[in-house]
């Protein structure tokens, strides 16, 4: 069964100090896996996709990276706006419209 | 704003009661998705429209749920005889033509049913 496992479930950060979100997955045909972000109340928001072992995304003070189980989520010197619940999915072999996520990381960054 | 609208944002129902959602997608995205989501889980995928054409149902989605998208714009989300358990955040999702591989949603706010 595909499965998505995020850790840590919380995270706190003082502002300027850098950390990675941990992602792994076990699916059959990977065809994608994809960051979002998610704010209180609020809808997810895109941040990436990623597709093969090796490939890096980056924006602003994000940076995506994947291997064969695991993907991460870098936060280089964070600031409190990016104070949010960053979630992990993954989409297999057998589906075109199923996003498989994880139950995501809930990130605080204090001044 | 022509971003995903969800409506209601909030329904407050009684057990056994009917319940209807609404989701206007972003125009011209031919894609359209209904997740779920409790407190402190990722959504979870419930059914996807490809114009009007229903193309995929979780195994979440009970003969009690029925999704529509009549000429394939808006999108409705009916919950039949209402338990508690459903209580959750229904969001939709739509995607335009050409990204079904990029895993580029856009989410609405989602609606927020609470089942008393």
């Known amino acids: 069964e595909d499965q998505v496992t995020q850790s840590p479930e919380a995270l706190r950060l003082q502002e300027g100090e850098s950390s990675s979100l941990n992602c792994s997955y076990t699916?059959?045909?990977?065809?994608?896996l994809f960051w979002y972000r998610q704010d209180p109340g609020k809808g997810p928001e895109f941040l990436f996709t990623?597709?093969?072992a090796g490939e890096e995304k980056e924006k602003e003070r994000l940076k995506a990276t994947l291997t064969k189980k695991e993907s991460f989520l870098h936060i280089t010197a964070p600031k409190p706006e990016d104070s949010a619940t960053y979630l992990c999915?993954?989409?297999?072999?057998?589906?075109?419209?199923?996003?498989?996520f994880g139950k995501g990381t809930k990130l605080s960054v204090k001044p | 704003d022509t971003g995903v609208s969800q409506d209601p944002r909030h329904k407050i129902t009684k057990r056994g009661q009917n319940v209807t959602f609404r989701c206007d997608p972003i125009?011209?995205?031919?894609?359209l998705y209904w997740y779920r989501q409790t407190l402190g889980q990722g959504p979870e995928f419930l059914t996807y429209?490809?114009?009007?054409?229903?193309?995929?149902k979780s195994r979440l989605l009970s003969d009690r749920f029925s999704a529509e998208r009549p000429k394939g714009s808006f999108s409705t989300l009916e919950i039949q005889r209402t338990e508690q358990g459903d209580s959750a955040m229904y969001l939709c999702?739509?995607?335009?033509?050409?990204?079904?591989?990029?895993?580029?949603?856009?989410f609405g706010e989602g609606s927020r049913l609470t089942v008393l």
């Open positions: 699916v059959s045909g990977l065809r994608g």
């Open positions: 999702a739509s995607s335009p033509r050409g990204a079904a591989n990029t895993g580029e949603l856009f």
């Open positions: 999915a993954v989409r297999g072999g057998g589906s075109q419209g199923n996003l498989i």
């Open positions: 125009s011209e995205h031919n894609r």
């Open positions: 990623l597709y093969s």
């Open positions: 429209f490809q114009n009007e054409a229903q193309l995929e």
